[in-house]
């Protein structure tokens, strides 16, 4: 019999936008891990942000809620992420960041997120040479039993952040 005790939910679309912090127009994945041996009931952490695509002003300082949950009560664990554009053969691919940006400092100066709450903190900036910034921001919520601390899934998410120059 074929055992699968881990099952990965893939979502891939087509190319997204220019942005500032990466090279070209590459596709957007996202994906939610399920360990279902070990709870079979699980569900995965839901979002509930009524601001998909979150605009900001150039130079406000920002604290932005993700809005999420998870319906079973499980401990939330939350980091930024690399941005993913592929998903072929089981293997993810990440977009091309371009100059100094990465998933762990998607945009310039300092992004902090809180890893108990999900809480993102940055001051948002529109670098020299252009009108607005568009910022892919990627995060993974990984989850934990509430009361073994074992893990049950996680979630990762790609948004676009864009930065206005005048709100």
């Known amino acids: 019999t074929l055992e699968c005790d881990?099952?990965?939910?893939?979502?891939?679309?087509?190319?997204?936008?220019?942005g500032v912090n990466y090279v070209s127009q590459p596709s957007i994945v996202a994906y939610d891990r399920l360990n279902i041996e070990e709870a079979p009931g699980n569900s995965s952490v839901q979002f509930n942000s009524n601001k998909p695509i979150p605009f900001f002003c150039d130079g406000q300082d920002v604290t932005y809620n993700w809005s999420a949950y998870d319906p079973n009560g499980d401990s939330l664990?939350?980091?930024?992420?690399?941005?993913?554009?592929?998903?072929l053969n089981g293997n993810l691919s990440s977009i091309p960041y371009s100059g100094s940006?990465?998933?762990?400092?998607?945009?310039?100066?300092?992004?902090?997120?809180d890893n108990a709450t999900g809480q993102l903190n940055f001051t948002a900036t529109i670098p020299t040479g252009f009108n607005f910034a568009n910022y892919a921001i990627a995060i993974t919520v990984?989850?934990?039993?509430?009361?073994t601390g074992e893990y049950r899934g996680e979630v990762h998410r790609d948004v676009q952040f864009i930065v206005l120059d005048s709100c």
């Open 6 to 18: 881990n099952w990965m939910f893939v979502y891939a679309s087509g190319g997204r936008n220019t």
């Open 77 to 87: 664990y939350w980091e930024l992420d690399t941005a993913w554009s592929t998903f």
């Open 101 to 113: 940006y990465t998933g762990q400092q998607p945009m310039p100066g300092t992004t902090t997120i």
């Open 142 to 147: 990984k989850e934990y039993d509430v009361e």
